[in-house]
């Protein structure tokens, strides 16, 4: 695990979408592994200058997002489907995209479809994370072990309270979704994590300094042989 302080979340990101071009740039038909959540949003816009100004082509690569909610379609507001349309894909050449149905008629279906197909692809060459404040990533919760494959998950009280900010307020935020398990991630051949901010500091000093332990799931990350932590000084301020 390599980490990274950078003097701003301006700097993390950048350095984020650094990465993800140079995959692409040795690899143009690569498939990358996205993520949703505020975290990624700027480094989504530096890949779209990138591509904006003629310097990346996504053409031949492939996406696969991490994580839905259960119980939303696609075209819902607040849908992972939608925001990946609206941050990123929208704005970009990527020849095919993978989100995971939230709305599927048989969940358990629909996540081991979800496997086959990451499979069916080669598997994931880059995949983004944040990280969620009790150390989750995807939507794997705290637990007392680490799940393997796609899976349904019930969110947590705290995960539920700080997603309730992209809803209305007299919407209710979904209470399960449909996730990437921890070893699906681990598969990825490379792994680029982002924290940004105070309140991650310190899911971040668990999953840099803490042992390895399903409660923190994200500290898995520290057996992957290729994982990359970009940081800001605030999410950083308990290392
Ligand atoms: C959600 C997503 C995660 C994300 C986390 C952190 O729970 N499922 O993939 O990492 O939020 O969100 P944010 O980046 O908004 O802090």
């Not at 995971?100 to 990451?118: F, M, Q, W």
Request: proline share 3%; with cysteine; hydrophobic share 40%.
């Amino acid at each position: 695990m390599i980490v990274h302080i950078y003097e701003n979340k301006d700097q993390a990101s950048l350095a984020a979408a650094s990465l993800f071009c140079a995959c692409i740039l040795s690899k143009p038909d690569a498939v990358l592994g996205l993520a949703t959540g505020s975290t990624p949003i700027e480094t989504y816009q530096q890949l779209i200058d990138m591509h904006q100004s003629g310097l990346l082509d996504f053409s031949g690569c492939t996406s696969f997002n991490l994580d839905e909610y259960v119980g939303l379609s696609a075209d819902h507001a607040c849908s992972y489907h939608r925001f990946m349309k609206e941050q990123l894909f929208d704005h970009i050449n990527m020849k095919k995209t993978h989100v995971p149905s939230g709305d599927a008629k048989d969940l358990l279906e629909e996540a081991g479809r979800y496997d086959k197909e990451i499979e069916a692809a080669g598997g994931i060459d880059i995949q983004f994370l944040g990280l969620g404040q009790n150390g989750h990533i995807g939507f794997n919760e705290p637990d007392s072990v680490f799940h393997y494959g796609t899976q349904i998950v019930n969110l947590t009280k705290s995960t539920i309270e700080a997603n309730k900010r992209f809803f209305k307020a007299d919407e209710k935020v979904p209470t399960q979704a449909i996730s990437l398990g921890a070893g699906g991630i681990m598969k990825a051949r490379k792994i680029v994590l982002v924290a940004l901010g105070e309140t991650k500091a310190e899911a971040v000093r668990a999953m840099v300094t803490g042992e390895l332990d399903p409660q923190v799931q994200a500290s898995i990350l520290r057996i992957h042989p290729d994982t990359v932590i970009l940081l800001d000084p605030q999410a950083a301020s308990l290392l």
